[in-house]
């Protein structure tokens, strides 16, 4: 009788490769230190391939905009890499010279700067990575080039591609004023209107390194990369002193849920749900729930009404460290077929409301899962990702390994609450696009 309990409730033992992964994950070998400025510095070495990646990971990203100035976050991180018209550590021809890949990424509720390099360059790869986080070095000339340039990004990212727009507008229509529902990129006349004082000020507030965690992972001997961190990661000095990273406020009310309808270049359906945050009890629970939703595994629930020919659905778990976003996709190719896929979504939540996933399918889609969360950290510079976001955001080193069990934890009744719970009135954003151009 038992065992009938545990299979109707979906619950499973941990399989020997889910706990495996998040074991390795717990015993890797790995060194910490505090310096001076309050920067907690993590160096994990690993393997034998000579190569490294380093992230820092910054508390401060587009929740951090002020009102008004939508992208401001973004548009530092882009001006990290500015080096003022000189040719020292910080300019591109030295980067390139040391043969390093320098990236850096904003999202909601951080911002992330990465470095890969050969560790026969580790002193000369941490100086570059101390000199663009220790102040921001640009003229007004840098500034209204990297504004061209974001410009032009949001121009590839959010218009031209057929549902970017409509992406962006479900996140808009979840959260309304409130910072969550910003664009990482900006509103595109407040980023043109953003100043280089405010630019300056934003990194003095949210530059912090007593907020901020920097990995170190790759074919590293602690015992030498520790002391070249603090030789060059103390020159970045705090500029303010404030107790804590700044949290958004709570959530607005209600979801905004009358149909909005937008032109584009092809049909579409974009429904948006508020979504459990990193490290907290749902995230697990949102992660199945977007597998079991997504196209081919949508498949494997109880045949709902068809969607039309030739739909496709894609759905995606974003968290953030304070709020997350689900967001659903109907691409639509016949203008017609709005009600269908209505239709058709309505139907698959029923499904799984009522009677949950069926054990092959939940099974296939908590497998799914916990592979993709191994796959992250697979290479040096997702794991020193993995690891600053974790310890800088969560505080918790390990939540990856708990990550990992608690999506095979996730049983078919939490799935059906989760599913309940956003066919309620108002728990969907929903955004129909008509392919065609504007009149």
């Known amino acids: 009788m038992l065992a009938l309990l545990a299979w109707m409730a979906g619950a499973a033992p941990v399989p020997a490769w889910v706990e495996e992964g998040a074991r390795s994950w717990e015993t890797r070998a790995r060194v910490e230190a505090v310096l001076d400025n309050g920067l907690r510095v993590v160096v994990v070495p690993r ?5 490294c990646g380093m992230a820092t990971v910054v508390p ?41 890949r320098s990236n850096a990424f904003t999202l909601g509720d951080y911002t992330v700067l990465v470095e890969e390099f050969s560790p026969a360059v580790l002193r000369e790869a941490v100086a570059v990575h101390a000199a663009r986080l220790a102040r921001l070095e640009f003229t007004d ?3 209204a080039r990297e504004k061209r340039v974001v410009a032009d990004e949001r121009r590839f990212r959010v218009e031209e591609p ?13 959260w309304g004023a409130h910072a969550f529902g910003r664009p990482v990129l900006g509103w595109p006349a407040e980023v043109a209107a953003i100043a280089p004082a405010e630019v300056r000020a934003w990194a003095s507030a949210h530059l912090e390194p007593g907020r901020s ?56 359906v974009v429904w948006g749900a508020r979504a459990a945050a990193l490290g907290s009890p749902g995230e697990a629970v949102d992660r199945v729930l977007a597998r079991l939703l997504d196209g081919d595994a949508a498949a494997r629930l109880p045949d709902p009404p068809s969607p039309g020919p030739g739909t496709e ?23 017609g077929h709005a009600d269908l896929v209505e239709a058709h979504l309505a139907a698959v939540l029923a499904a799984l409301a009522d009677g949950g996933p069926a054990p092959g399918a939940l099974d296939a889609a908590r497998g799914y899962v916990v592979t993709s969360l191994q796959k992250e950290v697979g290479w040096h510079v997702g794991l020193a990702e993995r690891l600053a976001v974790d310890t800088a955001l969560l505080g918790r080193p390990g939540a990856h390994a708990a990550r990992q069990r608690d999506v095979w934890g996730v049983r078919s009744l939490d799935v059906r609450r989760r599913a309940e719970a956003l066919r309620q009135p108002g728990a969907l954003a929903r955004v129909a696009v008509v392919a065609g151009e504007p009149p």
């Open 313 to 335: 659905f894609h759905t995606e778990y974003r968290p953030q460290a304070h709020h997350g976003d689900l967001v659903i996709t109907a691409q639509a190719p016949e203008p």
């Open 141 to 143: 000339a840098d500034l």
């Open 162 to 174: 057929p549902l970017a727009a409509a992406d962006e507008g479900v996140v808009a229509r979840l």
């Open 60 to 100: 401060g990203g587009a929740t951090t905009d002020p009102p008004g100035r939508s992208g401001l976050a973004h548009l530092a991180e882009h001006l990290l890499f500015e080096s003022g018209g000189g040719a020292g550590p910080r300019s591109d021809a030295h980067a390139e010279a040391l043969g390093l």
């Open 47 to 51: 393997g034998r391939v000579p190569w």
């Open 213 to 268: 965690v920097l990995v170190l992972a790759g074919a590293v001997d602690p015992a030498e990369a520790l002391p070249v961190l603090r030789a060059a990661m103390t020159s970045w000095r705090p500029a303010t002193v404030l107790p804590g990273a700044p949290r958004p406020g709570p959530p607005p009310g209600p979801v905004d849920a009358r149909l909005s309808v937008m032109r584009g270049r092809a049909g579409a």
